[in-house]
Each structure stands twice: as structure tokens, then as C-alpha cells.
């Protein structure tokens, strides 16, 4: 038994070193935006190469997270979105938390544990449908957009949401292609303690009606599939 636990101490100790080296090597102080219309223009000009129109129009969307594990099927304009895991189906009331519905292995379930369930299913919609529409968001209420200088000369759109989600006061700072495009991120958020990793917005593609999003992510060595992403109207 002494064995064992000195094992694990050495193991917990070389977690925290090994963290800790980390942290200090990748993380990044939140950066400094100049709030300008020029971010408003720039944060335009991205809306526009991702069919921000077709998207105020857009019914539904399917895709999937976790490695599959987590599916979604989105009403976007009724407010609702069927969110299954595991054995679990919730149909959540985006408007409505107490009109939502849950299931269990086909059973309707009732109770305490139904909105303990509802709060999951929400929590991962949030987190999950983030992924897929972020650049959507930049104008959402609560946000703030400003520029920020990168070392090579271009420039990035900060986005900080100080209210709404999840975890309000996250910060991120998109890079954009010549062609307007988002092509990566990099976050400052309360769920990851190093400031600034950065994921890519990769395999972009058009959608049945008409707007554009990602397929794929990468975080590192880590990939997020996002599954067979649609989005349609009818």
C-alpha cells in the first residue's frame, strides 16, 4: 500500500510540474482591443463571407459533438432542439425550460432528475452550438467588438461576451483569411485556465440553404468533428 500511494504522489506531483510548465509557456495575458468602428466593419465584412442572411433565415440544424456522442437536431426559428446523449433525449424549450421534455430509454421522465437533465442538455447546447455558430454571435446582446494587432502586421476581431450563455465574460479573438473567412480563434475562457490556445475553424462548407459552417476543429493535437453538419429550411 505504501508503494502504491508513493506512486501516486509521484504521479499527482508530476501532473502539477507538468501543468504548470504549460501554463507558463502557453498562457497568454488577455490582449488589448481598440474599440473602433473599424471592428464593426471588420466583424461586417465576416457575417457577410459566412451568409449572415441566410443564416437570420435558416429552420435547422443537425450536427453532432463529443465524438458523436452528443447530437443535436435544432429548430432555430421555434426555439427548440431535440438534444440526445447516451440513453438520454431531451427536447428543450430554448424560450421555456419548464416546457421541456426528457426521456430515458424511450421514458418520459418526471421529477427532480427531469431538470437535472434539462440543465445538462442545456449546458452542452450551449457549449456544443457554439462550436458550430459562434461567428453568428458577434453581434449578440451583451457583446463588445474591438481590434486587436497581431505581431505580423494584421489585424483580429476581439469578441468578449459580458453577458448571456453559460459562462458570461469569455473572450475570444478571430482570425480572418483574405477572403473574410474565420479561420481560428483564440480563447480566454473561465473552463480553460490557460489564457489564449487558439482552435481552428476548418473545412468550411455551404449549406442547403445557402449558409457556411464548419465541419471540423483543431485544438492542439486534439480534433472536434462536428459530425454530418446540415443546416435547411424545409
Not at 70 to 75: A, G, I, L, P
Not at 155 to 165: P, R
Request: proline share 3%; glycine share 8%.
Amino acid at each position: 500500500m505504501k508503494k502504491i500511494f508513493k506512486f501516486l504522489l509521484f504521479v499527482l506531483g508530476f501532473l502539477i510540474v507538468t501543468l504548470t510548465i504549460l501554463y507558463v509557456i502557453y498562457n497568454k495575458p488577455l490582449p488589448e482591443g481598440e474599440k473602433t468602428n473599424k471592428a464593426d466593419v471588420l466583424a461586417h465584412k465576416m457575417l457577410t463571407a459566412i451568409n449572415n442572411d441566410a443564416y437570420k433565415n435558416a429552420k435547422f440544424f443537425e450536427w453532432s459533438f463529443a465524438g458523436g456522442s452528443h447530437t443535436y437536431k435544432w429548430d432555430k426559428q421555434n426555439g427548440e432542439v431535440d438534444v440526445t446523449w447516451s440513453d438520454k433525449l431531451v427536447k428543450l424549450n430554448l424560450g421555456n425550460s419548464n416546457k421541456s421534455q426528457v426521456f430515458e430509454n424511450g421514458a418520459e421522465v418526471i421529477g427532480d432528475s427531469k431538470f437535472d437533465l434539462i440543465t445538462t442538455a442545456t449546458d452542452y447546447f450551449n457549449n456544443d452550438s457554439f462550436w458550430l455558430v459562434a461567428p453568428f454571435k458577434i453581434f449578440d446582446n451583451g457583446t463588445t467588438r474591438s481590434i486587436v494587432n497581431f505581431e505580423d502586421g494584421t489585424e483580429g476581431l476581439m469578441v468578449t461576451y459580458e453577458s448571456g450563455g453559460t459562462t458570461p465574460g469569455d473572450s475570444y479573438v478571430w482570425k480572418l483569411n483574405e477572403k473574410d473567412l474565420p479561420i481560428s480563434y483564440q480563447m480566454w475562457v473561465k473552463i480553460i485556465p490557460v489564457g489564449g490556445l487558439e482552435a481552428t475553424w476548418d473545412n468550411w462548407k455551404q449549406m442547403e440553404n445557402g449558409i457556411y459552417l464548419p465541419t471540423s476543429h483543431k485544438l492542439g493535437p486534439i480534433t472536434l468533428d462536428m459530425g454530418n453538419v446540415r443546416s435547411y429550411n424545409q
